[in-house]
């Protein structure tokens, strides 16, 4: 298998899930599924002792304080100590949404995350950032906080729907296009379904990490991530609001669209980007920018009532820190 370290802890990417998975040192242990992975997922990972198995619904609705609560108090049920672990067997929301109840309970226990997604594959199962959202605003709750570990297994990949599947590539593009112009140049001349995805996924792992290694907390470097995200979380956060969320890596791609225009590119570079999302992705429809800013007015990122931007200087080259007045925008 295939080792990339992080900060206090290793990202294994390859099939022999069982041997990389250590759990002999915890007292209970906790797989937390959604309907999707109990169905498709749980099987494919060895059966542990003192384990339970928690169920919550899928979907970017239920990221929220209510579901904590119903994690919270079936660890608390069945009496688990700080000596315990939670297995978090999912997508971006589990990790996300299971990293955070870890890491708040008895003031933290131990978690690893199993990502079944692509786009928990290349972004949301490592890294350290867990959170909630709350009143249909992404991410308003949550902290810094390490995983124990993290084991990619490819045959998870078998188990994603199609859209599923496309729509992690809103987070592979926007790592190619804020630090890797030879990743970039692999999309571009290559349909997705003919990419060596081991090898996408272990490009933009690397990618995403060794920022990381450089600045965890996200005081400068780190925020080059957020690039195709201010408008993407606003987009995710109407379509919220509305009852119909949409996949957060189509809401990356959207949000892409809107900030290379804000960007320092030249205009062959925006139409090359533009063309190729839209010849590889059907997209959600755009919503009208003056919908999104009472969303984008709420983002975390925001300093002194002044959106603040991730933008491309660029293909391969991210800046940070890039404040706009909303009536800018």
């Known amino acids: 298998m295939e080792e990339i370290k992080s900060n206090d802890y290793s990202i294994w990417l390859g099939e022999d899930l069982e041997s990389k998975l250590n759990l002999k040192t915890y007292s209970k242990v906790a797989i937390l599924v959604d309907e999707n992975t109990k169905k498709y997922c749980l099987t494919l990972i060895p059966k542990f002792d003192s384990s339970i198995i928690i169920e919550i619904s899928s979907g970017e609705k239920n990221k929220n304080l209510e579901t904590c609560s119903l994690i919270w108090n079936k660890l608390l049920k069945n009496n688990f100590d700080k000596n315990s672990v939670i297995i978090n067997l999912g997508g971006g929301l589990i990790c996300d949404l299971g990293g955070f109840c870890a890491s708040s ?100 792992i690397q990618l995403k990490n060794a920022i990381i290694l450089n600045d965890f907390n996200e005081k400068n470097e780190r925020k080059k991530l957020n690039f195709g995200h201010t408008f993407g979380h606003a987009i995710e956060s109407y379509y919220i609001s509305k009852g119909t969320a949409i996949l957060h890596g189509y809401a990356v791609l959207l949000g892409i669209l809107c900030e290379i225009e804000i960007s320092n590119l030249s205009m062959k570079e925006k139409v090359e980007i533009s063309n190729y999302i839209s010849n590889n992705f059907q997209l959600p429809d755009m919503p009208k920018k003056d919908k999104l800013f009472n969303f984008i007015k709420q983002d975390k990122k925001n300093f002194s009532e002044r959106v603040n931007f991730s933008l491309l200087n660029g293909i391969g080259n991210c800046t940070v820190d890039n404040l706009f007045k909303i009536n800018e925008l």
């Open 105 to 204: 309970f008895k003031r933290g226990i131990d978690y690893i995350n199993l990502p079944t997604s692509l786009l928990a594959m290349v972004d949301a199962s490592f890294g350290g950032k867990i959170g909630v959202n709350h009143n249909n605003y992404k991410n308003q709750i949550g902290l810094f906080k390490n995983p124990k570990q993290v084991i990619i297994n490819h045959k998870f990949l078998s188990t994603l729907p199609n859209e599923e599947f496309y729509s992690a590539f809103g987070e592979i593009v926007k790592h190619a296009l804020i630090g890797d112009l030879e990743l970039w140049k692999i999309l571009l001349k290559n349909k997705i379904q003919n990419l060596n995805i081991q090898d996408i996924i272990s490009k933009s």
